[in-house]
């Protein structure tokens, strides 16, 4: 009996040796923008008069082709198993955007000016990442390889944009947009850390179709955004 609770133990011990689970903090930040046939670089602010409510000003397409910051902040857990495995989730907030330049105004008094301006899109997301992994260990340096979905629960999303025509007339806009509440994409990470502090290199390829939540003819508008970050690890090895 006491040599079977031997084997026991040591067996416990093996499948357990360098299995941890770690706690961390990360702060992000990036360019995003939208992809696909009804993603733009070039758009138009439009006025127009409602009838009830006056005038009304609007980017005629905000979802932008060009690059914009976006930014983040979120915590992870993992736990490094067998053969230096990793599976763990992140989750946080991250406020994401995209840029379109504006070339032209159209007004209910004239066809349409030139201007100079741009809009930028920012979606408010609160974030869920599962992934699965594995780990390098080079001398003092982990580096952590790991692909899973993410999962993007919209929370509000908004258009401010600014232009000046060519007669020095400004025209501004700023309103909330309705779009799709849940955007899923595919995520991809690298993360090298030293001791407590390490960095991320990340890409976020979106699977959403966003102009499903447009009136009008199909299209199709995704998202993606590059990511980089610092992390802090609070718990762990």
Known sequence: MQKTLLVLTLLTA?????????????LNSGFGSFRGASATERSSIVVSSQPTTGPA??????????WAMGYGLTGQVQRVGQRQRLVGVQAGYEALQSRVHIRRVFHTMHDG???????????????????????????SVALDLSAGPELAVLLH??????????QGASYGTSRQLESM???????????AG???LSVSLGYSYGLT????????????????FFRIGTAYRIAGK
Do not use: K, W
């Open 157 to 166: 999303s908004r258009e401010q944009g600014q232009a000046v025509t060519e």
């Open 209 to 224: 179709n966003y102009s499903e939540a447009q009136p009008g003819g199909p299209g199709e508008l995704y998202y993606q």
């Open 113 to 139: 000016i030139a201007a100079t301006g741009r809009t930028i899109l920012t979606n408010h997301f609160l974030t869920v990442h599962p992934f699965y992994g594995y780990r390098a260990q080079l001398r």
């Open 181 to 191: 509440p849940l955007d899923v994409r595919a995520r991809l990470n690298l993360t």
């Open 57 to 66: 000003v609007y980017t005629y397409n905000p979802y932008g082709s060009e």
């Open 194 to 196: 030293y001791r407590r």
């Open 14 to 26: 093996r499948l357990g040796y360098g299995q941890h689970t770690e706690l961390s903090v990360h």
